[in-house]
């Protein structure tokens, strides 16, 4: 365009701008504005810079050496004329790429909300799901034990029993996890991101739980485990080499003799007990167990009552507290009283003579402590038993065991 209209010009076909006839902003001029003006608007910003640093002084050049009496005044006019057509075209090109780059972003942010739905989507039916599958099991697991009981009620009223505390336990569990589920489908807006909120979700460590609980019925279930357990977090062993100072500690047993020792037994010792007596003490007189102190591992106060060899290995037989003493049904040689002070657990301590402290190693309540005494079995202080840490917290705290 600047070119052919420079050709004209020469030829004298259409006059400069300014010249001696008179000064005549005609057709071409503009034209030639309008051009620099398009290629401002829809070129890259390098073009737009080659075109107001190259292209306008040229033309303005060309425009003075074809009037020489006028060339101040052709270069004025052109160069007012060219830059303010070359600034409109750029104002215009940067709306048009702010208008561009808006529509690209709600369209990336339309997109983006629509993949947080699917992913909020998606973490409700898992949250959903896991609950759903769990009572689905726990009530499986109600029907396959009450067509147990049923079946043995006659030939074995004691195994029948034990059957139905199953049961009863298996369907408290079952009713937990479905007030569980009712809260994920209540909970509002506000509540979803808190995650103090959100129920906790298993670990491995309730496998050999949950083992149990399946094996209660009578299901025959080999269970292996590899490899040392999760060791528990440093805060929790902290508090516990704070509790027992050195010089009220015994010498640890070191995690090789802990393992041949759970060999030995056929059991895997629950945390963070596990790490206590392998890192920081096997026992000591301070404390918690009233009497005596905490046991070395293996030990027995000396007022356990003889029933026989301790088996901690085995299935402890009891998943929910039970006083024999006040039920008149109960035989005194019931052979389940023996087991509860022999299976399933190992010895704490002891606290006013014949009660003793059990951490238990193995059944649906693994990792809990109980007491039990000759009038019956409990988990301290309540159904929502102390492992061994909240154990010791409590007798360091001073507390009543029972408050």
């Known amino acids: 365009m600047a070119a052919a209209v420079g050709a004209l010009q020469a030829g004298d076909y259409i006059p400069a701008p300014v010249g001696p006839a008179s000064t005549s902003i005609g057709v071409p001029a503009p034209a030639v504005a309008a051009a620099v003006l398009l290629t401002a608007v829809r070129s890259s910003r390098r073009v737009a810079t080659v075109v107001v640093t190259a292209v306008v002084p040229g033309i303005t050049v060309a425009e003075a050496v074809m009037q020489p009496g006028f060339r101040v005044a052709n270069a004025a006019a052109m160069v007012i004329l060219l830059v303010a057509a070359w600034a409109l075209g750029r104002l215009f090109g940067a709306r048009k790429a702010m208008a561009r780059d808006a529509v690209d972003k709600a369209a990336a942010l339309e997109r983006e909300q629509h993949a947080n739905a699917r992913a909020a989507v998606a973490q409700e039916r898992s949250r959903i799901r896991e609950p759903h599958d769990i009572v689905a099991h726990n009530v499986s697991l109600m029907v396959v034990q009450t067509i147990a009981a049923d079946r043995v009620q006659d030939r074995d009223a004691v195994k029948a029993h034990e059957l139905h505390r199953t049961i009863e336990q298996t369907g408290r569990a079952a009713v937990e996890e479905l007030r569980r589920l009712l809260h994920v489908l209540r909970t509002d807006e506000g509540e979803d991101g808190d995650p103090s909120r959100q129920p906790p979700q298993p670990t491995l460590r309730e496998i050999p739980r949950l083992v149990e609980s399946v094996r209660t019925p009578g299901l025959d279930i080999d269970f292996t485990s590899r490899g040392a357990p999760a060791r528990p977090d440093e805060a929790t062993l902290d508090f516990l080499r704070s509790v027992f100072p050195p010089e009220w500690r015994e010498p640890a047993l070191g995690h090789e003799a802990v393992a041949e020792w759970e060999q030995d037994n056929g059991v895997v010792l629950p945390e963070p007990y596990r790490t206590f007596i392998a890192e920081i003490s096997n026992g000591s007189s301070l404390g ?66 014949p009660s003793f402290w059990l951490l238990l190693t193995t059944g649906p309540r693994r990792g809990e402590v109980w007491m039990i005494a000759d009038v019956g079995a409990v988990p301290a202080p309540g159904d929502q038993a102390w492992g061994f840490e909240e154990w010791v917290r409590r007798w360091h705290t001073g507390d009543d065991w029972w408050d």
């Open 288 to 353: 918690p167990a009233g009497d005596g102190g905490l046991q070395p591992l293996g030990w027995l106060p000396d007022t356990w009552p003889d029933l026989g060899p301790r088996q901690p290995g085995e299935p402890f037989p009891l998943s929910a507290a039970w006083p024999w003493e006040d039920d008149e049904s109960v035989d005194p040689e019931d052979p389940r009283i023996d087991a509860a002070f022999n299976k399933g657990s190992i010895v704490l301590g002891s606290e006013d003579g």
